[in-house]
């Protein structure tokens, strides 16, 4: 089966570094996808890997290795702004995406 | 970035009443469309795939007859709860993917929260 594994939740501190872990299982992939997703609010994009390696957009960057299923998503200098759910979901065979049930991410100051 | 307009943003009704959701690509042809739900500090639940001109393929579980589904243009999906009840109170979502959108990046609308009384 298909299945986005990734943790409930975590807490960090503000202006620190915080790493949110996504591992995957598809059928078939086309590309791993983070969202951020505050309370009561559709999901934005936040970024997109297809190739293995870190891609990086300013405070955020995502990583993915293929070989192994695994993505992260680096958050930098956290502010209280980027208190909200991240949302991992992977792309398979049939352009499908595969959700995670997201990380809560609290943080403090 | 491309634009999803969704509407409307909040919608209350009556037990047994129908609720059309509209989702508009604004700015782009959206030749495929995804309606998802989220219940309460759940994750985002797909119940439907819809192609421009044909009809939508539903996931296992969703009722395709309670809720239907119209992608009659490139520009427009719509979503229509049929005799709601207050189960079917939740946040919908829709999401559309353009045409040659290599990455399969999808654009959101701005959900719509259903309260059924």
């Known amino acids: 089966g298909q299945n986005i594994d990734q943790p409930t939740e975590m807490t960090a501190t503000e202006g620190a570094i915080v790493q949110i872990n996504c591992t995957y299982q598809?059928?078939?992939?086309?590309?791993l996808f983070w969202y951020q997703q505050h309370a009561g609010e559709a999901p934005t994009f936040l970024s997109y890997n297809v190739l293995d390696g870190l891609e990086e957009k300013g405070r955020f960057s995502s990583f993915l290795s293929r070989s192994k299923g695994y993505s992260y998503l680096l958050l930098k200098e956290l502010q209280m702004k980027d208190s909200a759910s991240y949302l991992c979901a992977a792309l398979d065979s049939n352009y499908q995406l595969i959700w995670g049930a997201g990380t809560k991410l609290i943080i403090k100051p | 970035g491309a634009v999803v307009s969704q509407h409307p943003s909040w919608v209350i009704c009556k037990s047994g009443t129908s609720v059309k959701i509209e989702c508009r690509s604004l700015?782009?042809?959206?030749?495929?469309m995804f309606w998802y739900r989220q219940f309460p500090k759940q994750s985002l639940m797909l119940m439907a795939t819809s192609n421009e001109g044909s009809k939508a393929t539903y996931e296992q579980g969703v009722e395709k007859d309670k809720f239907l589904i119209n992608h009659a243009s490139l520009t427009l999906s719509t979503l229509t709860v049929t005799s709601a009840h207050p189960e079917d109170s939740s946040f919908y979502i829709c999401s559309a993917k353009g045409a040659g959108a290599d990455t399969g990046e999808l654009f959101f609308g701005e959900g719509s929260r259903l309260t059924v009384l």
């Open positions: 700015d782009f042809q959206a030749t495929t």
């Open positions: 598809t059928s078939g992939f086309n590309g």
